[in-house]
């Protein structure tokens, strides 16, 4: 295999491994042009500060074209990716065709609502700006009309929370809206009972934060339950007819608010060959070049690389995707020189969740810690992780600021959300 220095590299999806290959290219012998539908990039991991009013969405997200200003071999464009034809090197997309040299899918995840499906309408989600803003918008929506119906009729459903799913999102979600409801609420609503407001959390699984230690997922319930969270371990939910959340062992839920963190799964393009998915996961080999290609890759939440190792692929993390990211360049790099490539080897850093102030669970390689140094710890990492220097100040000042006053810019409702009938 080899590649010509004016050969063109097409990276489709703006998420954290197709940022980060983009950015491994720079100075590099090849063209390099980005697709995705929204022209920034949001960090993730903290959308949930969005919909909760921790931040503001320019916090976290940052315009494509600024992060690559002094890339010269790199080009973007804004356009949602149809399908890909592998025998013309070409893909469809709603500003049209373009043809690429190497293709390098990094589409990452949507919701998996399993089944859910029919439903989905009816459920709040998190996987992106526009969906964290119309989460703020609905509670507070729905706190108007509780306040204003409180004396004529029961006012429970417009209360009550629900979060179903006790993965890093859910948590730090409940975490979040706990600490909203003791130190925001009260002060906005102060002729609103807001005992009467439940926050509910069920986990199908018996524990919460499976991914990480035993350790960790205990404190972490310890934690939300202290922040008065309700907590509901091998609670399977069964169904929502959206007012009533009903659970596999008969029991129900009345909430107008259900909000759905129970899992994702990945989002690939149409059009490639046979045998190259496993489920909605495109299959790639150790070089994260995807099974029955020559010319095609994929990275991150998209790709799973089956081992003996890890039999169902790399858990969907960011780091994942960006240790690939770089080290997938490098190797298309290398086959310019005919030079043999490197294999990928994930190394594994930590993880972490938050739950509330000076509430934090980090799970390093060789060490576990929980609490505050662990709450200053997760948000160091998660300032320095965002794309430029202007979110990193903005994201600090209004962490401070919150920390001091005990106090989020949560009340405004510039855009109101209705779900769809």
Same mark, same amino acid.
């Given at each position: ?8 590299? %097409? ?14 290219f720079k100075?590099?012998? %090849? ?14 991991? !903290? ?8 931040l503001?969405?320019?916090s ?38 373009i043809?690429?040299?190497?293709l390098v ?9 399993f089944?859910?499906?029919p ?11 526009? /969906? ?20 004529d ?10 979060? %179903? ?19 925001? !609420? ?13 926050i509910?959390?069920?986990e199908?699984a ?45 029991t ?8 759905w963190?129970?899992?994702v ?10 045998g190259?998915l496993?489920?909605?996961?495109? !299959?790639?080999?150790g070089?994260?070049?995807?099974k ?8 991150? /939440? ?9 039999p169902?692929?790399?858990? &969907? ?11 997938l ?15 990928f ?20 390689p ?17 300032i &320095?992780?965002?794309v430029?220097?202007r ?14 006053t ?16």
């Amino acid at each position: 295999m080899n590649i010509e220095a004016t050969s063109k590299i %097409v990276i489709v999806g703006a998420g954290f491994g197709g940022i980060t290959i983009a950015k491994t290219f720079k100075n590099k012998p %090849v063209e390099v042009l980005l697709i995705d539908q929204h022209n920034y990039h949001n960090f993730q991991p !903290l959308m949930y500060q969005i919909a909760t009013g921790g931040l503001e969405p320019d916090s976290i997200a940052y315009p494509v074209r600024r992060i690559f200003r002094n890339q010269k071999n790199f080009s973007f464009r804004m356009a949602k990716v149809e399908n890909v034809s592998i025998d013309t090197q070409t893909l469809q997309t709603s500003i049209g065709p373009i043809s690429y040299d190497y293709l390098v899918i990094a589409t990452g995840s949507t919701n998996n609502f399993f089944n859910f499906e029919p439903v989905k309408d009816k459920l709040l989600t998190l996987k992106s700006i526009p /969906d964290a803003l119309n989460m703020r918008s609905y509670i507070y929506q729905n706190l108007e009309k509780a306040l204003a119906h409180q004396n004529d009729q029961s006012i429970d459903d417009l209360m009550n929370i629900a979060i %179903v799913g006790g993965g890093p999102a859910g948590i730090e979600l409940a975490g979040a809206l706990a600490e909203m409801k003791h130190f925001v !609420l009260p002060k906005d609503f102060p002729d609103l009972d807001m005992s009467k407001m439940q926050i509910n959390l069920y986990e199908a699984a018996p524990e919460l934060l499976s991914a990480m230690s035993e350790a960790s997922s205990t404190k972490t319930l310890l934690y939300l339950r202290e922040l008065g969270v309700n907590v509901h371990l091998n609670a399977k939910v069964n169904g929502y007819d959206g007012k009533i959340l009903t659970l596999a062992d008969g029991t129900n839920f009345t909430t107008d608010t259900v909000i759905w963190t129970a899992g994702v799964k990945a989002a690939p393009i149409n059009g490639l060959p046979e045998g190259a998915l496993a489920g909605n996961r495109i !299959l790639v080999d150790g070089y994260n070049q995807v099974k029955n290609t020559k010319n095609i890759f994929a990275i991150g /939440d998209v790709a799973s690389c089956v081992t003996a190792e890890n039999p169902k692929g790399l858990p &969907m993390l960011a780091p994942i995707a960006q240790q690939q990211g770089k080290l997938l360049a490098n190797n298309i790099v290398k086959l310019t020189t005919q030079q043999p490539m490197q294999p990928f080897k994930y190394k594994n850093k930590g993880v972490m969740a938050t739950i509330g102030r000076k509430k934090a669970v980090v799970d390093l390689p060789k060490w576990k810690f929980q609490g505050t140094f662990a709450w200053l710890v997760w948000m160091f990492i998660h300032i &320095m992780s965002l794309v430029g220097f202007r979110n990193k100040i903005m994201a600090f000042y209004d962490w401070m600021a919150n920390y001091l006053t005990y106090d989020k810019p949560l009340g405004l409702i510039i855009r109101p959300y209705k779900r769809k009938e």
